[in-house]
């Protein structure tokens, strides 16, 4: 089974230019995660998506911050413009639903410098 | 304000020791507790999580332990491998439609041979 893909794996800006991440998840995953995780922190929840209704964004900076999931599957996310404080590891996930029961997993991350 | 909180930022055991990795939470809403593994350049993956109305939950060399009361849970991993070598993150989730996870700071656990 293949695992959630993520692309790029890094990236680096200068602050006010834009950026777009990609994220294709399991196949069959109704539920997608983006989280944004800062260096020695744990993962922040940004955007949460069921199909492709969003039900949580409450901690996206929807100034700056937008994310989609057309059709359900692959999803983007887009910074623009980008800030020094945005440097960090964007993860993606997937599970099957939205019951904590199911587990989340992991893309390998796209890691954003901005300078 | 940290909901879930790991207070120690790295742990170093000798290969075939016990690890324990610790956990505390504030809300009291949380009803269930999960812990991932993460490698360098890795996304994290799930290892083993435990509802609130369980007290210990095992899966091979893995206990997890949950204390209500005292809102603490903890990871035990006997014995240990130099492949446990990794940061280990404490997440919490509370009851409800949208079960958004809260995630510790994370531990570094080196396991040394």
């Known amino acids: 089974e293949a695992g959630v893909a993520q692309s790029p794996r890094y990236k680096i800006i200068e602050k006010r230019q834009s950026v777009a991440f990609w994220c294709n998840p399991i196949?069959?995953?109704?539920?997608l995660y983006w989280y944004q995780q800062i260096l020695g922190q744990g993962p922040k929840l940004l955007i949460q998506?069921?199909?492709?209704?969003?039900?949580?964004d409450s901690q996206l900076p929807k100034d700056r911050f937008s994310a989609e999931r057309l059709k359900g599957v692959d999803s983007t996310l887009k910074i623009q413009p980008a800030k020094l404080e945005d440097s960090a590891v964007y993860l993606c996930?997937?599970?099957?639903?939205?019951?904590?029961?199911?587990?989340?997993?992991f893309g390998p991350g796209t890691r954003l410098t901005v300078t | 304000d940290q909901q879930v909180k790991q207070n120690s930022p790295s742990l170093s055991v000798q290969e075939g020791r016990i690890s324990i990795l610790n956990c505390d939470y504030t809300?009291?809403?949380?009803?269930?507790f999960l812990w991932y593994k993460k490698y360098p350049a890795e996304g994290p993956t799930f290892l083993i999580s435990?509802?609130?109305i369980k007290d210990k939950n095992e899966d091979g060399r893995f206990t997890v332990f949950l204390n209500k009361s005292a809102k603490h849970l903890s990871l035990h991993i006997v014995p240990s491998q130099p492949g446990d070598s990794a940061v280990y993150f404490c997440?919490?989730?509370?009851?409800?439609?949208?079960?958004?996870?809260?995630w510790g700071l994370g531990t570094s656990l080196a396991v040394n041979p």
């Open positions: 996930a997937s599970s099957q639903g939205l019951a904590v029961a199911y587990e989340q997993y």
């Open positions: 196949s069959g995953h109704a539920t």
């Open positions: 998506f069921q199909n492709n209704g969003v039900v949580d």
């Open positions: 809300n009291s809403m949380f009803d269930y």
């Open positions: 435990i509802s609130s």
């Open positions: 997440a919490a989730s509370n009851a409800g439609n949208n079960r958004k996870l809260i």
